[in-house]
């Protein structure tokens, strides 16, 4: 276990320094930050001033041992558009992202699992091929439609008025289609609970929760179809195999095979899948937080690129593999506690 | 400092008392912009988030009309003492948001603290001092005669120069003006504009609130509190106003002005703008542009009408020159000349029948359907046989490539700073000189030493009548040589719920007057 951990913690090592040095490298091809800072008339010679005082103008490698030298000592550098240090921009916006994908997670769990199994115990049934119809094309729009669809929808609202509204079938299809909207359309409200740190959450206020839906709702909807087919062909094969054959054979209730006996083993995979997906999840946060003017770090990573915030990138870049070091790890630990026969690394067998 | 701390506990008190003021001034106001304001530090960096900013929680000596007139503002008056001397009148009784009353010493920090900064020097260059008479009489002196002074003194936004000096705990100097990294002046502020930042996230909101001291009283505005948020996507800003999330909304895309126009609850107010956007024909890198016949060929291939009507939906105005119209230099007799078959014609005259290939470049992120645009304009050229290897880049890096003049014809958009004539010229169509810095744009090396030294001589003229002459001169000249390509002027837009009427506080500049805006 500890050498596991050990081997990780080097990996996670390894990993950062590739990241900041391909971050570093590429810096040339993001563009000049100089020209986000000074004013369209401002002279070159000014430029090159200011560029000498900021470092630029140094050789890549000098400049790459100066970032290096600080970074071992926790220091990231400072943020070019936020004039401070990178982590704590980092650390400001990281609440954000992190209750938006805790919010797609618990929508994509409460749907996928009860949904798959359904789906694997009724295969023909007409709810299930519903489902499944819709898994597939949820999987094939791209999040930001969805996203413009659900303002359309929620946010702003839909009048249909293109059935006669005289008579009585065409006023209920005309209500019927059209919606209300209210719901809010960007960003995190004003109605924030301040936890710890840097932490504002959102979880705690009806207007905090309001502004939550939407986002997780076009966020779930890339990742809830992949797991609704996921659980479903795990689900499938299980329910086939000796030991729920038994179960059955054996009289148990049908609701203790499938949901305790045959459940557990179709998990497996998820969490596998589902550990991996968390760095998919961070990459979908990108979209949908610049569609709703979600404050997270995606949102900020963007902005970031166009404004060629070299400090921020490089920072934001290592701070995300970090987490998918640690995620990877954590998964790994847990998959090994769910399924004993499974050995971790460096573990004597 | 002792006499500061003062200042701020008596503003404090007076803050806490009921004013006549703050209760009219109770509408709150939620906008959303493309961006929010990079710094608190009017000085640190010259742009249009910048000067909206100012126009907010400070107030210039003197304003821009909506008819491109003056209007005083801390400048009770002025008047010409002689060809290089302007004397203005401050307004007294004005008061700064820490309680400090406005003098000229004030006046003399802010010009001096314009004078070292980086990106507000250039403007600032033509004056030698200003010259404190008494406490509410200073004057502007240029070394010259400058043609452009209340121009220029429209930039002066008199900051609270107590406030501003002294050094704070880290020992740095609060005045210090730091374009990377924190300072005082980054993150702290004192004006005397109708609103004071009550707080900031920043790239998330800021907050404003009515400042109740706020020495216009004669002013119409009756917003108390703003609530200001970045939303840089365009569809999501103009989704926000249409749910009914924020009541003001600027920039607004063509794309969004039909469904703008056809909301009952939303109302939109477009102007012609005046960033012209022009593309150079590098003359250095083609040896065909050197040749007046092929780039008057290009300027006869373009449809400017075209691209304006379909490409940006009508929300641009067609140029054929670089002043629009308002600016002295505007020539109201240069039309575009779209005629392909007289194109062709000068291309065979110019034994370019055959054509050749060049390459292009535009920014995809920069201007409005800038990449579109670019590719129209490929298109159009293949007609007299030019064959165009067009790239687009983001913004971030197509200015790298801008400056090392990396494509044979490279897109540009300009503000004048001065809102004069007189700045295009020096920095699109100068003789490029990296020492004068003159033509730092000029990426078509167009260089005629005749028209800049008439230029030189307008920027000299105070008799403004000759000036317009010589400018709108230079502009026929220009346009005659075909020295770039000009598109069009970008228009503006701005929506807001019905009942903000935003249509009077509204300018060409796009210096929104926030404190003057009222709303039912």
Same mark, same amino acid.
């Given at each position: 276990m500890l050498a596991f951990l050990v081997q990780r913690i080097s990996q996670a090592i390894l990993v950062m320094f590739v990241i900041s040095v391909i971050a570093f490298a590429i810096q040339d091809g993001l563009g000049d930050p100089l020209q986000q800072m000074v004013?369209? @008339?401002? @002279?070159e010679e000014e430029r090159d001033a200011i560029r000498d005082e900021m470092g630029l103008n140094d050789p890549l490698v000098v400049q790459y041992l100066r970032f290096a030298g600080n970074a071992v000592q926790g220091d990231l550098g400072i943020s070019y558009f936020y004039g401070k240090p990178t982590l704590d921009v980092i650390l400001e916006h990281l609440p954000a992202t992190l209750e938006l994908a805790i919010g797609a997670s618990l929508i994509i769990l409460f749907f996928s699992v009860p949904i798959g199994v359904y789906a694997a115990i009724r295969p023909q049934a007409l709810l299930s091929k519903f489902f499944m119809g819709v898994s597939t094309v949820g999987i094939s729009i791209p999040v930001f439609l969805t996203a413009i669809v659900l303002i359309q929808l929620f946010s702003i609202g839909v009048t249909v008025d293109m059935f006669p509204a005289d008579t009585g079938w065409g006023q209920n299809l005309n209500s019927a289609l059209s919606t209300e909207g209210g719901l809010p359309s960007y960003g995190r409200g004003d109605e924030l609970t301040h936890l710890f740190g840097t932490w504002h959450s959102g979880f705690f206020s009806q207007g905090g929760l309001l502004h939550l839906i939407l986002p997780a709702i076009s966020l779930a909807s890339i990742m809830l179809p992949l797991f609704i087919r996921l659980i479903r062909a795990e689900m499938m094969e299980v329910l086939q195999s000796d030991y729920v054959r038994y179960a059955r054979a054996k009289g148990l209730q049908p609701g203790r095979i499938n949901f305790l006996h045959a459940l557990k083993n179709t998990m497996l995979p998820v969490i596998t899948v589902g550990g991996v997906q968390i760095g998919t999840m961070v990459a979908y946060t990108i979209l949908t937080e610049t569609v709703f003017q979600w404050p997270g770090v995606g949102l900020m990573f963007l902005e970031a690129i166009t404004r060629s915030d070299i400090p921020l990138i490089v920072a934001y870049l290592m701070v995300v593999g970090l987490i998918f070091v640690i995620t990877n790890t954590i998964v790994d630990l847990i998959y090994g506690l769910v399924n004993p026969t499974v050995k971790l690394t460096g573990k004597k067998a | 400092m002792k006499k500061l701390l003062t200042a701020f506990v008596g503003s404090m008190a007076l803050a806490s008392a009921p004013m006549a003021m703050s209760a009219e001034a109770n509408k709150e106001l939620k906008m959303a912009y493309d961006a929010d304001p990079v710094t608190l530090d009017i000085h640190e960096q010259l742009s249009g988030g910048m000067l909206q900013l100012s126009h907010m929680t400070f107030d210039p000596l003197l304003r821009w009309t909506k008819d491109l007139g003056f209007e005083g503002r801390l400048a009770e008056s002025w008047e010409r003492v002689d060809e290089n001397t302007m004397r203005f009148k401050l307004r007294e009784g004005v008061k700064f948001h820490s309680g400090n009353e406005l003098t000229t010493k004030d006046v003399q920090f802010t010009f001096d603290r314009l004078k070292k900064s980086q990106d507000f020097k250039a403007i600032f260059k033509p004056f030698s001092e200003l010259k404190v008479i008494d406490d509410y009489t200073f004057e502007l002196i240029t070394s010259e005669p400058y043609p452009l002074l209340l121009n220029t003194a429209?930039?002066? $936004?008199?900051?609270d120069s107590e406030f501003y000096s002294g050094k704070t705990d880290g020992g740095q100097e609060k005045d210090a003006i730091v374009k990377h990294g924190n300072s005082f002046a980054s993150n702290n502020m004192s004006g005397t504009g109708p609103f004071t930042v009550a707080s900031r996230q920043q790239g998330v909101r800021v907050e404003f609130e009515r400042f109740d001291d706020y020495w216009d009283t004669e002013s119409p505005g009756n917003v108390g509190k703003i609530v200001l948020t970045p939303i840089k996507e365009n569809n999501t800003r103009v989704s926000a106003l249409l749910s009914g999330g924020v009541d003001f909304v600027a920039p607004v895309p063509p794309t969004d002005l039909e469904r703008i126009r056809n909301d009952k609850n939303s109302e939109l107010v477009t102007m012609s703008g005046t960033r012209i956007i022009l593309f150079h024909m590098n003359q250095e890198r083609v040896e065909? $542009?050197?040749n007046p016949k092929v780039r008057q060929a290009i300027a006869h291939a373009i449809n400017q009408e075209g691209i304006a009507a379909k490409i940006m939906k009508g929300f641009a105005t067609p140029a054929a020159q670089m002043s629009p119209e308002g600016y002295q230099g505007h020539n109201a007799s240069l039309e575009p000349r779209f005629d392909v078959a007289k194109a062709q014609e000068l291309m065979k005259e110019a034994g370019y029948e055959d054509g050749f290939t060049i390459t292009m470049m535009a920014p995809n992120n920069r201007y409005v359907n800038d990449a579109k645009i670019a590719q129209a304009v490929a298109a159009m050229l293949a007609r007299i046989n030019i064959t165009v290897d067009l790239k687009t880049l983001p913004k971030a890096q197509y200015w790298p490539e801008y400056d090392n003049r990396a494509a044979d014809m490279m897109m540009i958009g300009w503000h004048a700073d001065t809102e004069d004539s007189a700045n295009f010229f020096e920095f699109?169509? $100068?003789?490029?000189?990296a020492d004068s810095g003159s033509g730092q744009y000029n990426a078509g090396n167009y260089c005629n030493a005749e028209l800049d030294a008439l230029v030189d001589k307008a920027n000299v003229e105070t008799d403004l009548d000759k000036r317009a002459a010589m400018l709108q001169e230079v502009e026929q000249r220009l346009y005659d040589e075909a020295a770039f390509i000009p598109l069009h002027w970008q228009d503006l837009a701005w929506a807001s719920k019905k009942n903000v009427q935003i249509e009077p506080i509204l300018n060409v500049m796009n210096f929104p007057y926030m404190g003057d805006l009222v709303v039912e």
């Amino acid at each position: 276990m500890l050498a596991f951990l050990v081997q990780r913690i080097s990996q996670a090592i390894l990993v950062m320094f590739v990241i900041s040095v391909i971050a570093f490298a590429i810096q040339d091809g993001l563009g000049d930050p100089l020209q986000q800072m000074v004013g369209m @008339s401002v @002279s070159e010679e000014e430029r090159d001033a200011i560029r000498d005082e900021m470092g630029l103008n140094d050789p890549l490698v000098v400049q790459y041992l100066r970032f290096a030298g600080n970074a071992v000592q926790g220091d990231l550098g400072i943020s070019y558009f936020y004039g401070k240090p990178t982590l704590d921009v980092i650390l400001e916006h990281l609440p954000a992202t992190l209750e938006l994908a805790i919010g797609a997670s618990l929508i994509i769990l409460f749907f996928s699992v009860p949904i798959g199994v359904y789906a694997a115990i009724r295969p023909q049934a007409l709810l299930s091929k519903f489902f499944m119809g819709v898994s597939t094309v949820g999987i094939s729009i791209p999040v930001f439609l969805t996203a413009i669809v659900l303002i359309q929808l929620f946010s702003i609202g839909v009048t249909v008025d293109m059935f006669p509204a005289d008579t009585g079938w065409g006023q209920n299809l005309n209500s019927a289609l059209s919606t209300e909207g209210g719901l809010p359309s960007y960003g995190r409200g004003d109605e924030l609970t301040h936890l710890f740190g840097t932490w504002h959450s959102g979880f705690f206020s009806q207007g905090g929760l309001l502004h939550l839906i939407l986002p997780a709702i076009s966020l779930a909807s890339i990742m809830l179809p992949l797991f609704i087919r996921l659980i479903r062909a795990e689900m499938m094969e299980v329910l086939q195999s000796d030991y729920v054959r038994y179960a059955r054979a054996k009289g148990l209730q049908p609701g203790r095979i499938n949901f305790l006996h045959a459940l557990k083993n179709t998990m497996l995979p998820v969490i596998t899948v589902g550990g991996v997906q968390i760095g998919t999840m961070v990459a979908y946060t990108i979209l949908t937080e610049t569609v709703f003017q979600w404050p997270g770090v995606g949102l900020m990573f963007l902005e970031a690129i166009t404004r060629s915030d070299i400090p921020l990138i490089v920072a934001y870049l290592m701070v995300v593999g970090l987490i998918f070091v640690i995620t990877n790890t954590i998964v790994d630990l847990i998959y090994g506690l769910v399924n004993p026969t499974v050995k971790l690394t460096g573990k004597k067998a | 400092m002792k006499k500061l701390l003062t200042a701020f506990v008596g503003s404090m008190a007076l803050a806490s008392a009921p004013m006549a003021m703050s209760a009219e001034a109770n509408k709150e106001l939620k906008m959303a912009y493309d961006a929010d304001p990079v710094t608190l530090d009017i000085h640190e960096q010259l742009s249009g988030g910048m000067l909206q900013l100012s126009h907010m929680t400070f107030d210039p000596l003197l304003r821009w009309t909506k008819d491109l007139g003056f209007e005083g503002r801390l400048a009770e008056s002025w008047e010409r003492v002689d060809e290089n001397t302007m004397r203005f009148k401050l307004r007294e009784g004005v008061k700064f948001h820490s309680g400090n009353e406005l003098t000229t010493k004030d006046v003399q920090f802010t010009f001096d603290r314009l004078k070292k900064s980086q990106d507000f020097k250039a403007i600032f260059k033509p004056f030698s001092e200003l010259k404190v008479i008494d406490d509410y009489t200073f004057e502007l002196i240029t070394s010259e005669p400058y043609p452009l002074l209340l121009n220029t003194a429209t930039y002066i $936004f008199p900051m609270d120069s107590e406030f501003y000096s002294g050094k704070t705990d880290g020992g740095q100097e609060k005045d210090a003006i730091v374009k990377h990294g924190n300072s005082f002046a980054s993150n702290n502020m004192s004006g005397t504009g109708p609103f004071t930042v009550a707080s900031r996230q920043q790239g998330v909101r800021v907050e404003f609130e009515r400042f109740d001291d706020y020495w216009d009283t004669e002013s119409p505005g009756n917003v108390g509190k703003i609530v200001l948020t970045p939303i840089k996507e365009n569809n999501t800003r103009v989704s926000a106003l249409l749910s009914g999330g924020v009541d003001f909304v600027a920039p607004v895309p063509p794309t969004d002005l039909e469904r703008i126009r056809n909301d009952k609850n939303s109302e939109l107010v477009t102007m012609s703008g005046t960033r012209i956007i022009l593309f150079h024909m590098n003359q250095e890198r083609v040896e065909a $542009f050197k040749n007046p016949k092929v780039r008057q060929a290009i300027a006869h291939a373009i449809n400017q009408e075209g691209i304006a009507a379909k490409i940006m939906k009508g929300f641009a105005t067609p140029a054929a020159q670089m002043s629009p119209e308002g600016y002295q230099g505007h020539n109201a007799s240069l039309e575009p000349r779209f005629d392909v078959a007289k194109a062709q014609e000068l291309m065979k005259e110019a034994g370019y029948e055959d054509g050749f290939t060049i390459t292009m470049m535009a920014p995809n992120n920069r201007y409005v359907n800038d990449a579109k645009i670019a590719q129209a304009v490929a298109a159009m050229l293949a007609r007299i046989n030019i064959t165009v290897d067009l790239k687009t880049l983001p913004k971030a890096q197509y200015w790298p490539e801008y400056d090392n003049r990396a494509a044979d014809m490279m897109m540009i958009g300009w503000h004048a700073d001065t809102e004069d004539s007189a700045n295009f010229f020096e920095f699109l169509t $100068f003789c490029p000189d990296a020492d004068s810095g003159s033509g730092q744009y000029n990426a078509g090396n167009y260089c005629n030493a005749e028209l800049d030294a008439l230029v030189d001589k307008a920027n000299v003229e105070t008799d403004l009548d000759k000036r317009a002459a010589m400018l709108q001169e230079v502009e026929q000249r220009l346009y005659d040589e075909a020295a770039f390509i000009p598109l069009h002027w970008q228009d503006l837009a701005w929506a807001s719920k019905k009942n903000v009427q935003i249509e009077p506080i509204l300018n060409v500049m796009n210096f929104p007057y926030m404190g003057d805006l009222v709303v039912e």
